[in-house]
């Protein structure tokens, strides 16, 4: 069965409980990258299939007046959202009807759209390496986009 590699980006703001309402207007929406093969479908206890998806991390898209902080102060809001990502499930399951409804984007879109997406990234088994494994492969997807961010 031939893969279905791509990046999926899911807001995950109503996620993230900020104490501080600065913080939530700084950061606007807040995004988790995961990584999925749509060709694999899981059944979790249920009739309706599910999708594995692999964190990647988490990213913002910066709100009102993010651009006009300095340096220090944008490197500690990207330090508390990597401080965030220590605490994510490595794997989690959403269900496919979710994920299928959100829209496709093909990679080297010049940006993605702030809403969730699949991004279509245009590269299957052998550009990762051609694994069999459907784990290894999944470790390879992670780690090319951890080094090459979508």
């Not at 929406?29 to 599910?50: K, W």
């Not at 984007?105 to 010049?110: E, M």
């Not at 993605?112 to 069999?132: R, T």
Request: glycine letters at 6%; one cysteine or more; aromatic letters at 10%.
């Amino acid at each position: 069965m031939k893969r279905k590699l791509v990046a999926v980006k899911i807001d995950e703001t109503d996620m993230w409980h900020h104490t501080d309402p600065e913080k939530e207007r700084l950061f606007g929406r807040i995004f988790g990258i995961y990584a999925a093969d749509l060709s694999q479908v899981t059944h979790c206890c249920e009739f309706t299939p599910s999708y594995e998806l692999h964190f990647v991390n988490s990213d913002f898209e910066g709100g009102e007046g993010y651009c006009d902080l300095d340096d220090k102060v944008q490197e500690e809001m990207h330090d508390y959202i990597e401080e965030g990502d220590r605490t994510t499930d490595f794997i989690s399951y959403f269900h496919c009807s979710l994920i299928d409804s959100f829209p496709k984007i093909s990679d080297g879109f010049p940006t993605s759209p702030a809403k969730s997406c699949v991004i279509e990234l245009g590269f299957n088994d052998a550009d990762l390496g051609g694994e069999e494994d459907q784990q290894e492969v999944m470790e390879d997807l992670v780690e090319e986009l951890q080094s090459n961010p979508v």
